[in-house]
Each structure stands twice: as C-alpha cells, then as structure tokens.
C-alpha cells in the first residue's frame, strides 16, 4: 500500500480549523483512495488542474528544485505545473538551468527592483529562464518580463559573454542595473514585509 503526503506548508501559531465536507470530499478522499492505485498519480493529474510550487529566497531555489524532479519522476504533467518564485537566488548550473527550462512551460522568477539575493551567488550558479522584474514600488503593470538569452548554444557564446554575466539574466531586467543590492527589496514584495505577512496568517 502507498501512502500519499502533500506537505503545505507550516506556522509558527496554529488553530485547528474545523472540518469541512467540500474539503474531505474533493482533496483528501481522492488522495486516500489513489493509495489503492498502481499508478497514483493519475488521481492526483484527474481531479487537480494544478501543481503550484513557490517559494521566497532560498525557498525559491527549493521550489524550483522541487517542480523539476515532480514533473521528471512523472507525478505531474509539465502542463499542470506552475512555478512562482520570489527573490530566487541563481539555483543550479547551466544543465539545471537547460532542463528546468525543457521541463516547465509556466515558470517565473518575480524580483523587487533591486534584491540582491537573485545575483547570489555571482559566480558558478545561473538562472532558469523568466524574470519579472517590477520597480521599485511593484505596482500592478510595472514590471517587464525577460524570457532569458539561449545562452547554452554554443553558437552565440559571443553575443552572451558582452551582453549578460549569467544564463537567462538579460539587461532590461535586473540584471542591468548598477547597484543590484538591496536586502530591503529582497524581504519585502508588493508592499509587504515577506515573513512578518506570513506570521501574521497573511492578513
């Protein structure tokens, strides 16, 4: 018999919440009986639309890791993946970076302006490809979003090395700016302090 766990997250003060039937009708009854399954996943591709994965800072290497090997080991069709990372730092090589980007159709890199973490480490480490990249203030409509240079062909190693320091970082996102290096940027986005709106229940 397989048993299935789907880890959501955890918080500091917990209140039990009460039971709903929508709840252990539509999510955990179908996730109970995909145990009896030689082949679980189907359950979970059925009956969910789909796999969201985030996460901020180090959390968002860990959800980007974590999105590659879901969709690789099958769990998950890359069609049913979403990835949303904030303030990601530069994750894996440029063959993570190759296969990430093979892998997953819907995944963004968001920024707040001038974070210094997504140009960490600077050395050795690249990114996958999208980075919405917002101003300063991160108001709705002020953000661009750069797809990435196809820095792993071989073909245009040139035109990379004078026009970007790492795979998938353009200059009309963050990495053209200056001085990249605000840890202000980096623990708040859309006006908010990223873990004190978490403790807080998201409220």
């Known amino acids: 018999m397989i048993t299935l766990f789907f880890l959501t997250g955890t918080v500091a ?5 009460s039971y709903t039937d929508d709840f252990a009708r539509n999510f955990m009854f179908p996730l109970s009986a995909a145990a009896y399954s030689d082949e679980p996943q189907l359950c979970v591709e059925n009956l969910f639309l789909n796999a969201s994965v985030t996460g901020h800072s180090l959390g968002g290497s860990l959800a980007s890791l974590a999105a590659s090997y879901i969709v690789a080991s099958g769990m998950v069709k890359w069609t049913k993946m979403k990835v949303v990372t904030f303030g990601q730092p530069r994750t894996g090589d440029y063959s993570y970076a190759i296969s990430h ?3 997953l159709g819907y995944s963004y890199r968001v920024v707040h302006w001038r974070d210094i973490v997504p140009h960490l480490p ?17 108001l709705p409509d002020h953000f661009t979003i750069c ?5 792993f062909d071989q073909r245009i190693p040139s035109f990379c090395a ?14 053209g700016l200056l001085f990249p290096t605000s840890y202000d940027d980096h623990t ?3 006006g908010k302090y990223v873990s004190k709106f978490g403790q807080s229940g998201c409220v």
Do not use: D, L, W
Request: one cysteine or more; a negative charge; proline letters at 2%.
């Open 147 to 151: 797809e990435g240079y196809n820095c």
């Open 13 to 17: 003060a917990y209140t039990i919440p």
């Open 101 to 103: 980007n093979a892998q």
């Open 122 to 138: 600077n050395v050795g480490y690249n990114h996958h490809r999208r980075e919405v990249h917002y101003t300063s203030e991160m």
């Open 162 to 175: 004078n026009n970007i320091i790492s795979g998938n970082e353009e200059k009309k996102c963050s990495n």
């Open 188 to 190: 708040h986005y859309f």
